[in-house]
């Protein structure tokens, strides 16, 4: 007589999703009718209160960061599933993506470097044809390729965590708009990177046609974005400015970072922040299936980039100094619940429905996070070491996300055991 297991399914309420649109769109259109003056953060739209030539060049600059973040986000939509279907192992696969932090760690670490010694702009174009080649690669049917394809989307992931912000400050100060327009600008690249991830997964869906990663048209759409977005920086943007001598560079990086004990905390900041993020798209899947339950996980990843998304849009109500709730620990209580929320998690067991919770209140602090660390750095460090700062910060966390691969790799592949790339067809997952 045979034996029929049946498993049940956990799902999401519909309303949660309603629930963090709405909350996003609260936070970002209620703002100014709380504010008790007239600031850069006052916005009604994104089109008030600014001069025109800085909401130009603003737009320009959140065009570009766009593309070049659903770009990034259409390389990385598979996952385990592109290795698969190479009949490689799940020990093979991740001893495959332990090439990702290696490669970050021992080229990536540099990228900032060369970023601002050559110039940010040329980092971004640099960006640009990784990207393109690394989208050329994946569509051809074969194992080294894939393999160098995923050096290259390394390399070129350590260059975004840089390399447009840098430049963004950069064209900033060239134009001559208002300093304190910059923390605007910060968080409306927090904003439209995560609203850019979601879009990337969306598109990816839609040219999918099956669930064994065979299907390289997101790869080819990849590569046609990067080359719009190469074209684009090479049109619009000019040089920005002229390579500076290695030794001079020596110098300022020195005295600016090496010997400033305010630019060693916010690279440890930055530093762990990457960590805590990364571990967590390593572990957040193996975390929720332990509950025997299953689960449409695809349904999920909208919610933490959703997440993401509204602590943008309360960063200004904690950094406007016309903000009822100005303080300026706000970042120190961020990192705090971030790291109650993960201690939470590790510490015992919890229902699916309190880790998503604690989950989704991680990225909410990761949203906040992610503009505040830039705009200490504007204000306590020159631009033209902030690259080789922030990729020399990363040095350290890649480090200990290696280790974690290699120490970890045989229960770490549960990961990607099912891509989260599909967000409409729930038949995939």
């Known amino acids: 007589m045979a034996v029929v297991i049946e498993r049940e399914e956990w799902e999401i309420p519909s309303s949660a999703y309603y629930l963090l649109f709405l909350s996003c769109f609260a936070s970002l259109f209620s703002f100014p009718f709380f504010s008790t003056r007239s600031s850069p953060f006052s916005l009604h739209s994104f089109d008030h209160a600014q001069a025109l030539s800085f909401l130009r060049f603003q737009r320009g600059l959140l065009l570009v960061y766009s593309l070049a973040s659903v770009t990034g986000g259409l390389q990385m939509i598979y996952g385990e599933v592109e290795f698969l279907r190479f009949g490689l192992s799940r020990d093979q696969i991740a001893l495959i993506f332990s090439v990702v932090p290696a490669v970050s760690l021992f080229v990536g670490s540099f990228a900032g470097i060369f970023s601002d010694i050559k110039g940010p702009r040329k980092a971004c174009l640099l960006y640009c044809m990784l990207h393109l080649f690394a989208g050329m690669l994946k569509c051809v049917n074969w194992l080294p390729f894939v393999w160098i394809a995923s050096a290259f989307v390394a390399i070129a992931s350590s260059l975004f965590s840089f390399c447009f912000e840098t430049w963004m400050v950069t064209e900033h100060e060239k134009q001559g708009h208002r300093k304190d327009l910059l923390t605007d600008t910060f968080w409306r690249m927090t904003f439209f990177e995560s609203i850019s991830l979601l879009g990337s997964q969306v598109l990816a869906n839609l040219l999918t046609t099956d669930a064994e990663g065979g299907t390289p048209l997101p790869f080819a759409l990849a590569a046609i974005l990067a080359i719009l977005g190469f074209l684009y920086i090479k049109r619009k943007w000019s040089r920005s400015q002229d390579a500076l001598a290695i030794w001079s560079y020596q110098k300022s990086f020195s005295s600016h970072v090496l010997r400033d004990k305010k630019i060693w905390a916010l690279g440890w900041a930055q530093a762990s922040i990457h960590f805590s993020t990364s571990i967590f798209w390593l572990l957040w899947a193996p975390s929720i299936l332990a509950d025997g339950r299953d689960v449409q996980l695809s349904r999920l990843y909208p919610l933490f980039i959703g997440s993401r998304v509204l602590g943008s849009t309360v960063f200004p109500w904690f950094y406007d100094t016309s903000s009822p709730y100005y303080s300026q620990n706000s970042l120190t209580s961020a990192f705090?619940?971030?790291?109650?929320?993960?201690?939470?998690?590790?510490?015992?067991?919890?229902?699916?429905?309190?880790?998503?919770?604690?989950?989704?209140?991680?990225?909410?602090?990761?949203?906040?996070?992610?503009?505040?660390?830039?705009?200490l750095r504007t204000m306590y460090m020159p631009n033209e070491v902030r690259g080789g700062m922030i990729s020399m910060s990363m040095g350290p966390a890649n480090a200990a996300i290696l280790l974690v691969m290699l120490a970890g790799r045989t229960t770490l592949t549960t990961k990607w055991a099912r891509p989260p790339y599909d967000i409409i067809k729930p038949s995939y997952v």
């Open 336 to 375: 705090a619940i971030a790291g109650l929320a993960l201690s939470m998690i590790a510490y015992d067991y919890q229902e699916i429905g309190a880790l998503l919770m604690l989950f989704c209140i991680f990225h909410a602090c990761v949203g906040f996070i992610l503009p505040s660390l830039a705009t």
